[in-house]
């Protein structure tokens, strides 16, 4: 079945430590996104990219990095400069640069001790 | 003013009423609209698109758009207990790449 497998679904890490999301795809989508959950304060975006080996920071970029080296993988980093990285972070696909609807991966939840 | 606004809740509406969801926003060229529902603990999942103004109904989904007033509402008829949930409004804005931008959602509690 296609989908977006992001991966691990749950993580701890102690504090200043990098630690980088799996995000995959096999729906052939051109365009990526990484968001950042936090309660009551909705879906913020944080890296996109709308073709291999290209990317833009998005509105909280800070303290994260992205690569783009296939269509299908888009992972993040969380670098120990994020200053508050506990967050539920979600991967989204789309088929192309025109259309909106966005399809999740399930996330991940990080958690730093 | 941020973006998109929607008010938090919770909503609380008996089984079997309408549920209306609302949201505004501050932009005036934006062009896509949707309405995702996210469940506790898990990822949004899409349930409607709205391009144009006036409804689009999809099952038990009604999406309303009114451009001049700057707002998009979702009416949830014969509401179930499993759709409770937070409902996410997004707006995808012209010259902006492609990205949503999203509202900080809307709990919905359906009692029994």
């Known amino acids: 079945d296609g989908g977006i497998t992001q991966s691990p679904k749950y993580l701890f890490r102690k504090e200043g430590q990098n630690v980088t999301l799996s995000c995959e795809q096999n729906?052939?989508?051109?365009?990526m996104y990484w968001y950042r959950q936090d309660p009551g304060q909705g879906l913020r975006l944080i890296y996109y990219?709308?073709?291999?080996?290209?990317?833009q920071k998005g509105d909280i970029a800070e303290g994260y990095s992205v690569s783009r080296e296939k269509k299908e993988s888009f992972p993040l980093t969380v670098t120990s400069a994020q200053k508050n990285p506990t967050a539920f972070y979600l991967c989204?696909?789309?088929?192309?640069?025109?259309?909106?609807?966005?399809?999740f991966g399930e996330g991940s939840r990080l958690t730093v001790l | 003013q941020k973006e998109v606004e929607q008010n938090s809740g919770p909503l609380s509406v008996p089984e079997g009423a309408i549920a209306s969801l609302n949201c505004t926003y501050s932009?005036?060229?934006?062009?896509?609209f949707f309405w995702y529902r996210q469940y506790s603990g898990k990822s949004p999942e899409l349930i409607m698109s709205?391009?144009?103004?006036g409804d689009k109904e999809d099952g038990r989904f009604t999406a309303q758009l009114n451009k001049a007033s700057q707002y998009v509402s979702l009416l949830i008829r014969d509401s179930q207990p499993s759709d409770s949930a937070t409902y996410l409004c997004?707006?995808?804005?012209?010259?902006?790449?492609?990205?949503?931008?999203f509202g900080t959602g809307t709990r919905l509690q359906v009692t029994l």
């Open positions: 989204a696909s789309k088929v192309g640069l025109d259309t909106g609807e966005l399809f």
């Open positions: 729906l052939n989508h051109d365009a």
């Open positions: 990219s709308q073709i291999v080996n290209d990317f």
């Open positions: 932009d005036r060229v934006s062009q896509s």
């Open positions: 709205i391009y144009s103004n």
């Open positions: 997004a707006l995808e804005i012209t010259g902006t790449a492609s990205k949503l931008t």
